[in-house]
């Protein structure tokens, strides 16, 4: 059983950056694929990013490559999302969902989410 937290959303201007967080609980985050999916209101639930067991591989949705980095620390049992150069439509709630098995960008491949942070980028 993994149990996820995420924090550091909240309301930023477009140009600007934030740096999602997300704590995960039990004992097999260490062996887990990490990713970051987002929702926008009215819209499917799309993938953004994903980090390997290691964090040596990294992967990322178009729309976002060269402004957002995903990294783990698997001492601290957390992912991370840094955020920068944010869009309007950027704005989402954020989910970080794990992954015990093999994952690629499918919501279907995780099995554990967080309850999600709501990040609003203004114009």
């Known amino acids: 059983q993994v149990q996820l937290v995420e924090s550091g959303g909240g309301l930023v201007q477009a140009g600007g950056s934030l740096r999602l967080s997300c704590a995960a609980s039990g004992r097999t985050f260490s062996r887990s694929t990490m990713g970051w999916f987002r929702q926008a209101p009215g819209k499917e639930r799309e993938f953004v990013a994903r980090?390997?067991?290691?964090?040596?591989?990294?992967w990322y949705v178009d729309s976002v490559k060269g402004r957002f980095t995903i990294s783990r620390d698997n001492a601290k049992n957390t992912v991370y999302l840094q955020m920068n150069s944010l869009v309007p439509e950027d704005t989402a709630v954020y989910f970080c969902?794990?992954?015990?098995?093999?994952?690629?960008?499918?919501?279907?491949?995780?099995?554990?989410w967080g309850q999600g942070t709501q990040v609003t980028v203004s114009s």
């Open positions: 969902a794990a992954s015990t098995g093999w994952a690629a960008s499918l919501a279907r491949d995780y099995n554990y």
């Open positions: 980090i390997s067991v290691s964090g040596s591989s990294t």
